[in-house]
């Protein structure tokens, strides 16, 4: 089974970038599945923020698309999240996800990591 | 953007109970339709794909059906470890890959 770990800062200040990385064991992430991310705001839903196959083709949510760069790192076994000129609004439990393909369902979920952004 | 309505928001039940949940999509979106339960301060778990498929590992007290645009989560005799937050997926579309805004199941 695929197990999925994110990690990175807890605090970001407003108008910076958050970067988040997941750490995938059981499973080669340039040997395929889709690997994506996924927030959900305190008390609110999920929203998905986009995905990259292991070609390191990328799909994002046109919402945040213009902020986004979700990258893989074969080397390492992981894929990363960066967003930019973060407010208040981006404030959520970030997960880390895996499906089998684009339009499958997200099998695998990391733990999920809070991220607030705040001065 | 393809929107997915889920109803009712939240419910009150007890042990035993049969739960229905539905959610409607915006548009056709055949049977790409997941649902996952979310315990607090936990990720969610797939219960369901492709509308109707049971997850390896799910109960058997869960069901899944529906097509098109409208779809429903059952729990035929709901237990104590039931008591979640469901969400509905749809992946039909290309970006986004929407859920709905979720139901509460509590007592």
């Known amino acids: 089974q695929v197990q999925l770990q994110e990690s990175g800062p807890g605090l970001v200040k407003p108008s910076e970038t958050l970067s988040l990385t997941c750490t995938v064991s059981?499973?080669?992430?340039?040997?395929?599945?889709?690997w994506g991310w996924i927030r959900q705001p305190p008390g609110r839903g999920l929203e998905w923020i986009g995905s990259?196959?292991?070609?390191?083709?990328?799909y994002y949510n046109p919402s945040l698309e213009s902020r986004l760069t979700i990258s893989l790192d074969t080397s390492k076994n992981q894929f990363s999240l960066r967003l930019s000129s973060v407010t208040a609004a981006d404030t959520a439990v970030y997960y880390c996800?895996?499906?089998?393909?684009?339009?499958?369902?997200?099998?695998?979920w990391g733990q999920g990591t809070l991220v607030t952004v705040s001065s | 953007d393809i929107q997915l309505t889920q109803s009712p928001s939240s419910l009150s039940a007890s042990v035993g109970d049969r739960v229905t949940i539905t959610c409607r999509a915006s548009?056709?979106?055949?049977?790409?339709l997941n649902w996952y339960q979310q315990k607090p301060g936990k990720a969610p778990k797939l219960l369901i794909y492709a509308a109707s498929s049971l997850q390896s590992g799910v109960p058997s007290r869960f069901s899944g059906s529906g097509s098109e645009t409208d779809f429903t989560l059952t729990i035929s005799s709901l237990q104590p470890e039931d008591f979640a937050t469901y969400h509905c997926q749809q992946t039909y579309s290309t970006p986004p890959l929407t859920f709905g805004g979720g139901t509460k199941v509590e007592v």
């Open positions: 996800a895996s499906s089998h393909d684009y339009s499958n369902p997200l099998g695998d």
């Open positions: 548009q056709s979106i055949s049977n790409y």
């Open positions: 059981g499973y080669s992430v340039g040997s395929g599945y889709y």
């Open positions: 990259v196959y292991r070609s390191g083709s990328t």
